[in-house]
Each structure stands twice: as C-alpha cells, then as structure tokens.
C-alpha cells in the first residue's frame, strides 16, 4: 500500500523494526577495497558513537572499482518551526580519498515534508511506479526543485530510478540493484550513496549496485 512506509528489521543492518523517517540528515563515508577484497563486516573499523541502529554498511560496485560505505541517516523531528532542525554529527572518520557527505534527503509524498522539500538535497518516493512513471516522476521531482540534485523512485521491480542533475541541468539516470528482493535498501539509502557518488566527481552511470555489506 502507498501509505505505508518501509519497515526494516535487525537481521540485515543490525537496527531495530521501526518505520523509516521521512526527513534526515545523511553521510555517507566511503571506503574503497584493494583488488580482490571481499567485503564483509560488523562496523568494527568505524567509530562506536557513530555506528548505530542509524547507520547501513554497504557495498557499492562501478564499472571500475567496488568498495564499502558507511550511510548514517539522523532523523529530523516532526515540528516545522524554523530552526527546528538540528544539524548531523560530524563524521568522525579521517579524509581518503572520497570524501564524506553529508546531505538531507525528504520523503516526496510526505504531506507534512511539502515546505522542507524546497531544501532538500535529495528527494524520495517511496510509491514503486512502472518504469517509464517512475522516469517521469523523477524528472517532474527534480523539474519542480532547482536545488534538488538527486531524485529517487522506487520501480515496480527490485530497483529504484535514480537522476542525477549535472551543472548543465541535464538529467542522468541510473538504476542500480539494491540487493535482493527479501530485503533490498530502502531507497534513500541508494540514492544517497548516488548522491554522496556525485559530489565526489563519479559520474552516476557508473555505479551498477548499492547492496547491504554481508554480515561476518
């Protein structure tokens, strides 16, 4: 059902089943792996205030390179006062060579999100549409907010369409796998590592999946 919002339980990210919030802030620290790595992990090599039932460890592949990320997102409270948002912990980790990002990211079809939707960084929808919908929505979402560099919708398959706003203004899409269809990423997950992609200079073709990192 449209309504309802995604529920995740412990057995893939380790966090509690509750609902997935509709506004947060996200960062996005990655890590790339030397050839040959297989990556697996509990979170061991990250800083213990910074892990926690917030975060999804990931594993991200491109065309030429794979690598694991660390997505945490801070949930934004519910008032729409001004200046009721807090701004996200800094990320601890120490710079590499992609950075970290930070961004937020809002839930489109959140009636109580209209007016925090003219900041946001990132846009998400959640209402899986078929192919050629979602590429619509997607455009129409960014179309609709100049400031919005990334847009996601869920497709009436395992993935989501993700576009991506160039400095031309021009449109580029992708739709990465997000893991299997017993419990694939929620979507603002994957678009935030596009997001976070972006930013760093990748080019968002590139990516081919943003999938949950194996447990140890």
Do not use: N
Request: hydrophobic share 40%; charged share 20%; aromatic share 6%.
């Amino acid at each position: 059902m449209a309504d309802l919002h995604w529920m995740r339980g412990g057995t893939v990210s380790g966090r509690p089943a509750t609902p997935e919030p509709d506004a947060a802030w996200a960062t996005v620290y990655f890590r790339a792996a030397p050839p040959g790595e297989v990556l697996r992990g509990d979170g061991s090599d990250d800083r213990a205030s910074f892990v926690d039932w917030r975060s999804d460890f990931v594993v991200w592949r491109s065309d030429a390179a794979h690598g694991s990320a660390l997505v945490r997102s801070d949930p934004l409270p519910s008032s729409a006062e001004r200046h009721a948002y807090p701004y996200p912990p800094l990320c601890p980790h120490a710079v590499g060579p992609l950075p970290c990002d930070v961004h937020l990211w809002v839930d489109a079809d959140s009636p109580g999100r209209t007016e925090l939707m003219e900041h946001a960084d990132v846009l998400v929808s959640r209402v899986p549409l078929p192919l050629a919908s979602a590429h619509r929505r997607v455009r129409g979402l960014l179309a609709g907010h100049p400031g919005c560099l990334a847009a996601a919708v869920l497709d009436t398959t395992t993935r989501c369409v993700v576009g991506v706003r160039d400095r031309t203004g021009a449109v580029s899409f992708v739709r990465p796998e997000r893991g299997g269809s017993d419990v694939p990423l929620p979507p603002h997950v994957v678009v935030s590592v596009v997001h976070a992609w972006a930013v760093s200079g990748g080019s968002p073709r590139a990516l081919r999946s943003v999938v949950a990192m194996p447990r140890r």
